[in-house]
């Protein structure tokens, strides 16, 4: 096959891939939309930073403005992801033929909530690939230079988008650099490339410091989430437990002790129910509440430092295993149609013509979701092992580093954040592509070791 006919073949490939992620979308007739999505759309018209954000998933958004349309974002961060997934693919299995990669790839859209997520307007839907792109850097095999860097560039872009994702990947980085240790103590030989990440890691630190400042005016990578801290420790129960050991006998111990008998119980509730202490007292914009948050969290580390540990571990754990498709995706006429209406109003009747303004059920996909999650990643660790005893390196290497990233994603949304089920969904698909992936990797081996002859039979004595 000419290189030309080879590169038309997987331009075609990824374009019918993006096609296939973007189907809820296209079946909704519209994007589909988050509660945070409005941040994201109103930022290059506004220039505005939302307080507990980075900025250049806002930016990425200037596609829609520049266009006119919303659908420019979506089709690009599908474009994004299918190339990320493509080039990831090919670094595990480089002789992954682009029809066979694109069969996996739509079974994983198909029965994975993935494609819902590419399909909204929010910075959760390169995640999954971004960690994919991340493993495929530390443990694939090398790709042909110009294609390792379009690779890096795409994830180091996708990184940027999130500050969880930066969080995560930092946390790979650091395990790979202990699991590399470890290994050459044990003088096991497993190629790691840690300088590939490491400039990844730089490179979306720059995207994403420059974005903050064109936003700004200030450089800075993030703002500390105190108030987001303050929200976790409030649905485990360590702030009712805190104001209720020092209310008592000093009412004015903490701005919340008049609020105490009456404290939300979820995190989601404290932070965006329209009234109750949070906005009482001042918001996201209230420096003294955030500090007011500081000082909580830094009391209650200091009087119950195991209590808190295990219910952050137990929330991280929850976190693990929440994976069903649909959080979140409702109705949003309600939230998002004057800033629509103001900014495009060309798109309106779609946006209320469009099926996510008359309810989806996703009680389908709930059970399906996480049975098929737990199965791929109980056949994953099958795969690793049985192809680490044959002489297979990157099955086991990309398996372990791909179950570090679904767990440090639950320890950062989860222990750092709250629970809830779109974090660890927007990753979820991850397990069933590499099952795919190592499959297709120890097929492709036996074929070549043992072609058979006319009659089937071994050539191979």
Same mark, same amino acid.
């Given at each position: 096959m000419s290189a030309f006919k080879a590169q038309a073949t997987t331009s075609f490939a990824l374009a019918v891939l993006a096609g296939l992620l973007l189907w809820p979308a296209l079946w909704n007739g519209a994007p589909l939309f988050y509660y945070d999505s409005v941040d994201y759309l109103e930022m290059p018209f506004t220039g505005r930073l939302p307080v507990f954000r980075t900025a250049p998933y806002g930016w990425f958004q200037w596609f829609a403005r520049l266009s006119g349309s919303l659908w420019a974002p979506l089709v690009l961060q599908a474009l994004m992801v299918a190339t990320m997934v493509w080039l990831s693919a090919r670094s595990f299995v480089p002789t992954l033929s682009p029809w066979l990669f694109l069969f996996g790839a739509a079974l994983v859209s198909a029965f994975t909530g993935w494609a819902w997520y590419v399909s909204q307007i929010m910075a959760d839907a390169v995640t999954g690939a971004v960690l994919l792109g991340t493993v495929a850097l530390l443990c694939g095999q090398k790709l042909p230079a110009a294609q390792r860097l379009l690779l890096v560039g795409l994830t180091a872009i996708g990184i940027?988008?999130?500050?969880?994702?930066?969080?995560?990947?930092?946390?790979?980085?650091?395990?790979?650099?202990?699991?590399?240790?470890?290994?050459?103590?044990?003088?096991?030989?497993?190629?790691?490339?840690?300088?590939?990440?490491?400039?990844?890691?730089?490179?979306?630190?720059?995207?994403?410091?420059?974005?903050?400042?064109?936003?700004?005016?200030?450089?800075?990578?993030?703002?500390?989430?105190?108030?987001?801290?303050? /929200?976790?420790?409030?649905?485990?129960?360590?702030?009712? @437990? !805190?104001?209720? $050991?020092?209310?008592?006998?000093?009412? *004015? #111990?903490?701005?919340?002790?008049?609020?105490?008998?009456?404290?939300?119980?979820?995190?989601?509730?404290?932070?965006?129910?329209?009234?109750?202490?949070?906005?009482?007292?001042?918001?996201?914009?209230?420096?003294?509440?955030?500090?007011? /948050?500081?000082?909580?969290?830094?009391?209650?580390?200091? @009087? !119950?430092?195991? $209590?808190?540990?295990?219910?952050?571990? *137990? #929330?991280?754990?929850?976190?693990?295993?929440?994976?069903?498709?649909?959080d979140g995706i409702r109705p949003m006429h309600w939230h998002l149609e004057k800033p629509i209406r103001r900014l495009y109003l060309d798109f309106v009747d779609d946006f209320l013509g469009a099926h996510q303004q008359r309810v989806i059920d996703f009680q389908s996909y709930a059970a399906r979701d996480t049975i098929l999650y737990w199965t791929a990643l109980l056949a994953l660790g099958f795969f690793a092992v049985g192809r680490w005893l044959a002489g297979s390196r990157w099955p086991a290497m990309a398996a372990l580093f791909v179950f570090l990233a679904l767990a440090g994603n639950a320890i950062v949304c989860g222990a750092f954040s709250n629970p809830n089920h779109r974090y660890q969904g927007r990753v979820a698909w991850l397990p069933l592509l590499l099952v795919l992936l190592s499959g297709a990797e120890m097929t492709g081996l036996r074929l070549r070791k043992d072609p058979g002859d006319a009659d089937g039979n071994s050539v191979e004595g």
């Open positions: 940027s988008f999130h500050l969880s994702h930066l969080a995560v990947v930092c946390g790979l980085f650091l395990c790979a650099a202990l699991v590399l240790a470890l290994l050459r103590l044990a003088r096991v030989s497993v190629a790691l490339r840690l300088g590939d990440l490491a400039a990844t890691i730089a490179l979306s630190t720059v995207i994403a410091v420059t974005a903050n400042f064109t936003a700004t005016g200030r450089v800075f990578l993030f703002r500390d989430p105190a108030n987001l801290r303050l /929200a976790l420790f409030v649905e485990t129960g360590l702030v009712q @437990r !805190y104001l209720d $050991e020092v209310c008592p006998a000093n009412e *004015k #111990a903490s701005q919340l002790c008049p609020y105490r008998t009456r404290l939300p119980t979820t995190a989601n509730a404290y932070l965006w129910n329209t009234f109750g202490p949070f906005h009482e007292l001042g918001g996201w914009r209230s420096e003294p509440h955030k500090q007011e /948050a500081k000082a909580i969290i830094r009391e209650i580390l200091n @009087r !119950y430092p195991g $209590e808190t540990f295990s219910r952050l571990g *137990k #929330a991280a754990l929850v976190q693990f295993g929440m994976v069903e498709t649909g």
